[in-house]
């Protein structure tokens, strides 16, 4: 290896990305959860990383959304969440 070192190259997540449509019934069940114990719409957006839902999604025909606590340092070191969000995010799972 001394002569001949390995080329490493890193090419990211190498996984298809997936989406679910607006109109899914999870993802409408979802959102009316949400509006009911916040009083507002929630956000939907795409987001680039590496979540099962992906997989999920494409190739176990399980519809399936994110949801939960909002927080923009999800995967840093000092991990942290906005406290109201943690309370939110329980509620509206189990509403109907």
Same mark, same amino acid.
Request: aromatic residues 8%; contains cysteine.
């Given at each position: ?8 190259? @890193?090419?990211? /997540? %190498?996984?298809?990305?997936?989406? +679910? ?12 959860? /949400? ?5 507002? %719409?929630?956000? +939907? ?9 992906? @997989? ?26 906005? @406290?109201?969000?943690? +309370? +939110? ?8």
């Amino acid at each position: 290896m001394k002569h001949t070192p390995p080329k490493v190259r @890193f090419v990211g /997540y %190498d996984a298809e990305a997936s989406e +679910i449509q607006r109109n899914h019934p999870i993802v409408e069940t979802v959102c009316r959860n /949400y509006k009911q114990v916040t009083g507002r %719409d929630p956000e +939907i957006s795409g987001r680039q990383g590496a979540a099962d839902t992906r @997989f999920l999604n494409r190739y176990a025909n399980t519809p399936t959304v994110i949801f939960g606590p909002g927080s923009d340092r999800g995967h840093a070191r000092e991990r942290r969440v906005r @406290f109201p969000s943690m +309370i +939110i995010s329980p509620r509206s799972k189990w509403l109907r």
